[in-house]
Nanobody, 117 residues
Framework: EAQLMESGGGLVAVGGSLNLSCETS????????WYWVRQGAGKGLEWVSS??????????KYADSVKGRFTISRDDDKKTVYLLMNSLKTEDSGWYYC????????RGQGTQVTVAS
């Protein structure tokens, strides 16, 4: 069974950083583009960032709200996707999910991020 397992969330002060991880299993990892989506309190799922397969030669993409602050990366050997989040804002709070699609239809259980002022 294919699985996605996010970790690395927590409570952080405004301006702080967190590095989220998504360990995967059951996927041909290197063939996939990978996505991070998030859901704030009372909001729908929001695409945050995506990274293409290594061979595609495409640059990672970011939502305007996180551009310049977040960095997505992948380790195909470890079958893991990362999201480094810097300069966190209160509006970044929510549940973060890695997914195989930009709308999060196929996603993990999530990891919670709380940014406190």
């Amino acid at each position: 069974e294919a699985q996605l397992m996010e970790s690395g969330g927590g409570l952080v002060a405004v301006g702080g950083s967190l590095n989220l991880s998504c360990e995967t299993s059951g996927f041909t990892f290197h063939d996939y583009g990978w996505y991070w989506v998030r859901q704030g309190a009372g909001k729908g799922l929001e695409w945050v960032s995506s990274i293409s397969p290594v061979g595609a030669g495409l640059a990672p993409k970011y939502a305007d709200s996180v551009k310049g602050r977040f960095t997505i990366s992948r380790d195909d050997d470890k079958k893991t996707v990362y999201l480094l989040m810097n300069s966190l804002k209160t509006e970044d709070s929510g549940w973060y999910y890695c997914a195989t699609d930009p709308v999060g239809h196929r996603r993990g259980q999530g990891t919670q991020v709380t940014v406190a002022s």
